[in-house]
């Protein structure tokens, strides 16, 4: 419930805020089996749904500091900006480090995610390997392709997802190898998406996509298991 408000906008209707609850508790986790059985991200798909459903309400941005309950300014996101060419003023990249910026409620504030992470790793809630390989993936493919690898990751959800989405246990690899292989697709698919795709974001897409490739993964990955023995080949010597 918690990562699904933070991937909505401040301004959301509860009415559309409760009916994503029940996608992804409903429909993405107890039709599948309940806890630990759903393949994909709950909060994710329940974010792709209401995207799909009402996309006018889920990109109203309300403006950085605007605390009023009525007429609220909207404003763009730096990806938004980005994608539109429209040759609007970005944010600098301290106001986006300390969320001064249009965006969902969990994607601006670069500095908390990061102590977020931080915090996790401490306590060994989650592996640094997927949310690291997931950033330094992104950063050096949009390096590649002339982007800006600091805006990127920066902007739109990719800490929030890297950090707190893609480490799911229920939907993520376990042994490492796997989930270096699975942190590099999230990272590729999400700059492509923002690149060549018609939707400047593309963290939620990813993660569900490599969500749904983790069992594929892991049988490709699968670690050597030591002490097993070989199966003696037809005519080998007793």
């Given at each position: 419930g918690v990562l699904l408000a933070m991937?909505?906008?401040?301004?959301?209707?509860?009415?559309?805020?409760?009916?994503?609850?029940?996608i992804a508790i409903v429909v993405v986790k107890q039709m599948f089996g309940g806890i630990g059985q759903n393949f994909v991200n709950p909060a994710l798909t329940a974010r792709i749904i209401l995207m799909?459903?009402?996309?006018?309400?889920?990109?109203?941005?309300?403006?950085?500091?605007?605390h009023s309950f009525s007429d609220a300014m909207t404003t763009a996101t730096?990806?938004?900006?980005?994608?539109?060419?429209?040759?609007?003023?970005?944010?600098?990249?301290?106001?986006m480090f300390l969320?001064?910026?249009?965006?969902?409620?969990?994607?601006?504030?670069?500095?908390?995610l990061i102590l977020g992470g931080i915090y996790l790793v401490a306590r060994r809630v989650i592996s640094p390997v997927i949310p690291v390989t997931y950033l330094a993936t992104a950063a050096a493919l949009s390096a590649l392709l002339g982007r800006d690898p600091l805006m990127d990751i920066l902007s739109g959800g990719l800490l929030l997802g890297a950090i707190f989405m893609a480490t799911?246990?229920?939907?993520?690899p376990i042994n490492f190898s796997a989930r270096v292989i699975y942190a590099v697709g999230c990272g590729?698919?999400?700059?492509?998406i923002r690149q060549f795709a018609s939707l400047p974001e593309g963290v939620s897409y990813?993660?569900?996509?490599?969500?749904?490739?983790?069992?594929?993964?892991?049988?490709?990955?699968?670690?050597?298991?030591?002490?097993?023995?070989?199966?003696?080949?037809?005519?080998?010597?007793?």
């Amino acid at each position: 419930g918690v990562l699904l408000a933070m991937n909505l906008p401040v301004s959301i209707s509860p009415i559309i805020a409760a009916f994503g609850g029940v996608i992804a508790i409903v429909v993405v986790k107890q039709m599948f089996g309940g806890i630990g059985q759903n393949f994909v991200n709950p909060a994710l798909t329940a974010r792709i749904i209401l995207m799909n459903s009402f996309p006018a309400k889920m990109t109203a941005w309300t403006a950085p500091m605007d605390h009023s309950f009525s007429d609220a300014m909207t404003t763009a996101t730096p990806l938004g900006v980005l994608s539109e060419g429209t040759g609007a003023a970005l944010p600098s990249y301290l106001d986006m480090f300390l969320g001064n910026t249009g965006g969902c409620l969990g994607e601006t504030c670069a500095l908390a995610l990061i102590l977020g992470g931080i915090y996790l790793v401490a306590r060994r809630v989650i592996s640094p390997v997927i949310p690291v390989t997931y950033l330094a993936t992104a950063a050096a493919l949009s390096a590649l392709l002339g982007r800006d690898p600091l805006m990127d990751i920066l902007s739109g959800g990719l800490l929030l997802g890297a950090i707190f989405m893609a480490t799911d246990y229920t939907t993520s690899p376990i042994n490492f190898s796997a989930r270096v292989i699975y942190a590099v697709g999230c990272g590729v698919l999400t700059i492509l998406i923002r690149q060549f795709a018609s939707l400047p974001e593309g963290v939620s897409y990813s993660i569900v996509l490599m969500n749904i490739l983790v069992p594929l993964i892991e049988r490709v990955a699968k670690p050597q298991t030591f002490g097993k023995m070989k199966a003696k080949k037809a005519g080998d010597a007793k």
